[in-house]
């Protein structure tokens, strides 16, 4: 069984920062790619950062230049540090996980980020 564990979330005001981390536990797998989604109310889940076990890494329009994805190989830890956070940033972010021995996508429980103006 897969398990994904995030922390790293709060309240924050317009511009400030926050670093979300994520870490991957259970049957022995092999990482295709680690990346974070989010979900604000009434609207869909977007994927706003991925990277791949050999450290490449793609961002959503909204995020590049603020946000920045980094992954730990060796303790199967994904983290995303966001800077100069804006208040349509608010959202409940989601971890994600391809594995090469499943061709679906693993998700975390989520953890609330809010940016106040």
């Known amino acids: 069984q897969v398990q994904l564990v995030e922390s790293g979330g709060g309240l924050v005001q317009s511009g400030g920062s926050l670093r979300l981390s994520c870490a991957a536990s259970g049957t022995i797998f092999t990482i295709n790619a680690m990346g974070w989604g989010r979900q604000a109310p009434g609207k869909q889940r977007e994927l706003v950062a991925r990277?791949?076990?050999?450290?490449?890494?793609n961002y959503t329009d909204s995020v590049k230049g603020r946000f920045t994805i980094s992954f730990d190989n060796a303790k199967n830890t994904v983290s995303l540090q966001m800077n100069s956070l804006k208040p349509e940033d608010t959202a409940v972010y989601y971890c994600?996980?391809?594995?090469?021995?499943?061709?679906?996508?693993?998700w975390g429980q989520g953890t609330q980020v809010t940016v106040s103006s």
């Open positions: 994600n996980m391809a594995i090469k021995e499943s061709p679906y996508d693993y």
């Open positions: 990277i791949s076990s050999g450290g490449a890494a």
